[in-house]
């Protein structure tokens, strides 16, 4: 699931129309809208409903873990120009001073830029930070509910020196969003694909409920044993252990401290 996360219905009609979401029936604080696989809400402008509409986004869509997170706006910058899409590389929260750095572990299709979150609009704009209201509580919401590789915020810049940002409008955000969608639609692929390969990576091993069916784990050793599997499973992809070769063994515990020692002793892969 892709979850994107907007301001202003004028940010999220373009967004509508290309993925081609449907409003939601579902009693929500918040318009909501989704289709195959990508959700969005509208959260209307500041921190504290772009907070509550990711949490509200988060519930209304069942609170998976490997869900990817998308904030989209628009956002000021003195020196950029105007329509330009940039990716967030870090995000600070101008009140709290706090500061987050979303892992960029697939190639961006634009540019990237710190971004400053403000609590009002500002008339001055710093010297490289590209400034909005809503990033870094989308940002620190959505890190609560998955991963931080899964969570970023693409902004594109409406307002700079030149051009300021009373003269921003509707028709004008529309436009600037409409014409990033090639570039909005990059990212969301790649987040789909790291989404689908975390999903994969947290899933039990195969052999998982063969061992748990031939011994009792408590829950700590389960965990453990998924970790073991799944570490055996990256390692030696092309051996699938099976619980018959622990068979002569009696507890669990015994079983885990023989799989630690078997994966030990596996040769270091260098390619």
């Known amino acids: 699931m892709i ?30 809208y989704d289709n195959d696989g990508i959700s969005l809400i509208v959260s209307g ?15 209304a869509n069942g609170a998976a873990p490997d869900h990817a997170w998308l904030n989209i706006g628009i956002a000021g910058n003195g020196a950029r120009a105007l329509g330009e899409g940039v990716l967030a590389h870090s995000i600070k929260d101008a009140a709290t001073r706090r500061c987050w750095y979303p892992p960029l572990v697939f190639q961006p299709p634009c540019e990237t ?21 809503e ?14 590789e899964l969570a970023h915020c693409f902004k594109i810049i409406s307002d700079n020196r030149a051009n300021p940002s009373h003269a921003v409008s509707a028709a004008s955000t529309e ?3 409409t014409q990033k969608l090639d570039e909005i639609e990059a990212i969301v692929r ?18 998982f ?12 050793e389960r965990h453990r044993l998924h970790q073991l599997l799944r570490c055996w499973q990256l390692r030696v992809p092309e051996r699938q252990l099976s619980p018959a070769e622990f068979g002569a063994l009696a507890r669990a515990g015994e079983v885990l401290v023989l799989l630690e020692r078997r994966l030990q002793g596996l040769p270091v892969r260098l390619s």
């Open 3 to 32: 979850n994107l996360v907007v301001a202003l219905p004028a940010e999220a009609r373009p967004l509508i129309r290309h993925f081609g979401l449907r409003r939601r029936p579902d009693a929500s604080p918040f318009p909501l």
């Open 135 to 148: 990033a870094s509580a989308v940002y620190e919401t959505a890190s609560r509910f998955s991963t931080g």
């Open 175 to 177: 436009q600037l969003v």
């Open 209 to 220: 409920e063969r061992f748990l069916a031939r011994w009792h784990f408590t829950v700590s």
């Open 190 to 207: 790649q987040l789909r694909q790291l989404a689908e390969e975390m999903t994969r990576l947290r899933a039990p091993p195969p052999e």
């Open 45 to 59: 402008v500041g921190k504290l409903k772009a907070a509550a509409a990711t949490a509200c986004l988060h519930a």
């Open 113 to 133: 830029t710190a971004v400053l979150t403000l609590d009002r609009p500002a008339s001055a704009y710093p010297e490289t930070d590209s400034v909005d209201m």
